[in-house]
């Protein structure tokens, strides 16, 4: 810092004894002497990058209805409910929790792909908005199968995320997207129990 302190301060004195006009030096009675300045900011490491990972892409349905415990979550009746679910991790920089403070809208498009003519595709969508302190969101969605549009078939499904704006006076871009696939989910006709 010292060596670059020196630098300015020589160069100041050589602009001083260069003849450029308008300049009057510290020589001229009552004259304020040139100012130097610099700064130092550690932004670099500090802010940091925001980043986020999408994991535990989950479905199930809710229905108790055969109440066998081995029966499977992943295949329900068309009038069952059932839930959609993953989770959104950001990591810990200060530009992160700023931006988790501000209130950041998390977008999350549920894609549900049917198999074969009788299975339809079905798109559904949910939003959270973060909240200071919290990184990491478990977002859920809930619906009844034939509400949605789910036909008897098979399903892949997979979704879409998108981060931002956020949800106040000082809106931003959107600043991040991702996608995760894929889990199976198979719909009977109702009343088959």
Known sequence: MA???DAMVAAAKQFRGSGVQGFRGT????SQPRELSSTEARSQSIIGPVTFE???LRVAGLGTNPADPANSPFIIAEDEK???????EFNKTPLTELLMCLGTEITVDFGIEGYGIKA?????????ITEKGVFSYT?????????DG????????????????????????????????EVNLQVYPAGQE
């Open 82 to 88: 059932y839930e959609l679910s993953l989770t959104v």
């Open 3 to 5: 060596n670059e302190m």
């Open 139 to 147: 977002i859920v969605r809930q619906g009844v199968a034939g509400n």
């Open 27 to 30: 020589e001229a009675l009552g």
């Open 120 to 128: 339809p595709e079905v798109n559904v969508q949910t939003i959270c």
């Open 150 to 181: 789910l036909k008897p078939g098979l399903y892949e499904i997979g979704a879409v995320v998108t981060t931002g704006p956020v949800r106040n006076e000082c809106t931003t871009k959107i600043w991040g997207h991702g996608y995760i696939k």
């Open 54 to 56: 999408l994991k535990d």
